[in-house]
C-alpha cells in the first residue's frame, strides 16, 4: 500500500517559517460557523416559504411570465437595527398598496465596498467604531433578515465578501454584485452557485460588456475552492445560475435613457442573452446627486409605460430621511439618515413607488 503521509527522515516538529509566513497579518481571530450561526438563529417555515415563493417571484419576471416590476428598494447600507426595522415596517406597508404591479425587495446591504478606504459595513464593524466585531456583525446582520422576513418583506443584498454568504444567502431572494466585482472571476463563480436571482451591475466606467460577460460565465457550471456550513474548505461544483440580469447603474455618464437601454439590450442580444435591464436610479445615473434619482425614475416611468418590457426593474436609494452624515467619533448619528450613500427619503419615495405601479399598468395597456 502506497502512503500519502510518508515517514520523515528527521524528527517530527513544527517548523519556524514566521521569516516568510504571514509576515503583514496582526491578528488572526476565531470564526463562527455558519452552521452554528444557524443553529443559533434558525429560519422558520414562514420565511423559508417566503424566500422561496419571492425567488421564484423574479425569476418569473425574468423569464416573462409576469409582468410587474421588480423593485429593490432601502437604505445604502444598513446602520442601525431599529431603524432598518422601523424603515421595513413602513415600506411592507407600500409594497402590499402596489403588490399587483410591483414586487418589492427590500435592500438590505451589509457589506459596502470602498473605493480606498472607510466603513466596510455592518458585518465588518456593526458598532461603527473601528472594532471589527465580525462574529457580532454576522449574527446582527442574520437577526435582522430573519426579523424584516417575520414582516412578510423579501430582502435582497450584495455580495461582497466570498464567505460571508453562507451565513446569510438563506435568507436572501435577490442578490447583486457590484461595479468593482462584476469583472470578478470569483463572485463570478460564486453568483454560479448561489440559490437566488443575482444582477450585475455594469462597470464603474459605464461599460455593459463586463456585466453580459459575467451572466455567460454564472450560468455556466463551476468548481472553486470555498467553505462549507461547518466551516470546512472543501471544493464547491456548481449547476449554473439562470436567473441572472444586468443592471444599469451609470459610468462616466448616465446609462438610464431609452437610447441607453437599446443599445445594452442590442449587446445581450448580440451575446445570446435576454434583452432585459434593471435600472439603478442611483449612483453615476443620479450623478451622485440624491435628489434626482426621482427625476431618473420618472424617466425610467416614461419608457416602461410607453410600452418597454426590456426594463425588468429598478433599485433604489431611500431611508427614513433625506442625505447622508458621517461617522465622526463621539458624535451621535442623525435617526434614519445614511452613512454612506446620500439616499431619498421615505416621504419622497412614496410617489415613485405610486408612479412604477402606474407605469406598469399603462404598459399591461399597450400589450392589451
Known amino acids: 500500500m502506497t502512503l500519502h503521509a510518508k515517514p520523515s527522515a528527521s524528527p517530527l516538529s513544527t517548523h519556524d517559517t514566521t521569516r516568510i509566513d504571514d509576515t503583514r497579518i496582526r491578528a488572526v481571530r476565531p470564526l463562527i460557523t455558519p452552521a452554528l450561526l444557524e443553529e443559533w438563529l434558525p429560519a422558520p417555515g414562514a420565511a423559508q416559504a417566503l424566500v422561496e415563493h419571492s425567488r421564484a417571484a423574479i425569476s418569473r419576471v425574468l423569464h416573462g411570465a409576469d409582468d410587474r416590476l421588480v423593485v429593490v428598494v432601502g437604505p445604502c447600507s ?86 460571508s454568504p453562507q451565513f446569510i444567502s438563506d435568507l436572501v431572494s435577490w442578490g447583486a454584485i457590484g461595479a468593482r466585482t462584476t469583472e470578478s472571476q470569483s463572485h463570478r463563480q460564486l453568483a454560479s452557485g448561489l440559490s437566488c436571482p443575482v444582477g450585475f451591475k455594469n462597470g464603474t466606467d459605464g461599460g455593459v460588456k463586463v456585466a453580459s460577460d459575467a451572466i455567460q460565465a454564472a450560468q455556466a457550471p463551476h468548481a472553486f475552492i470555498g467553505m462549507t456550513k461547518m466551516g470546512q474548505a472543501a471544493i464547491f ?131 392589451a
Not at 457580532?136 to 464567505?163: I, K, S
Not at 442580444?269 to 434626482?292: F, I, P, T, Y
Open 78 to 163: 444598513i446602520h442601525d437595527h431599529a431603524q432598518a426595522m422601523q424603515y421595513a415596517r413602513a415600506l411592507k406597508a407600500l409594497a402590499d398598496r402596489h403588490a399587483d404591479d410591483l414586487l418589492v425587495v427590500m435592500r438590505v446591504y451589509f457589506e459596502k465596498p470602498r473605493t480606498t478606504v472607510g466603513w466596510k459595513g455592518y458585518i465588518n464593524d456593526p458598532h461603527l467604531d473601528g472594532s471589527f466585531a465580525i462574529n457580532e456583525g454576522l449574527e446582527m446582520a442574520r437577526q435582522l433578515l430573519l426579523d424584516v422576513l417575520a414582516l412578510g418583506l423579501p430582502v435582497g443584498t450584495e455580495f461582497l465578501d466570498l464567505l
Open 237 to 367: 461544483e456548481t449547476r449554473g445560475n439562470d436567473d441572472c440580469h444586468v443592471i444599469l447603474r451609470g459610468g462616466k455618464l448616465p446609462n438610464y435613457g431609452a437610447t441607453e437601454v437599446e443599445a445594452a439590450c442590442a449587446l445581450l442580444r448580440a451575446a445570446g442573452l435576454r434583452e432585459q435591464v434593471m435600472v439603478d436610479v442611483s449612483h453615476a445615473n443620479s450623478s451622485k446627486q440624491h435628489q434626482r434619482q426621482v427625476v431618473v425614475a420618472q424617466d425610467v416611468a416614461g419608457q416602461v409605460a410607453a410600452g418597454d418590457a426590456r426594463i425588468v426593474g429598478l433599485m433604489i436609494e431611500s431611508h427614513l430621511e433625506e442625505g447622508r452624515q458621517d461617522i465622526v467619533p463621539g458624535q451621535p448619528l442623525r435617526p434614519g439618515v445614511s452613512v454612506t450613500d446620500a439616499c431619498i427619503s421615505l416621504a419622497q419615495t412614496a410617489p415613485v413607488l405610486g408612479a412604477l405601479a402606474a407605469a406598469v399598468r399603462a404598459r399591461r395597456a399597450h400589450v
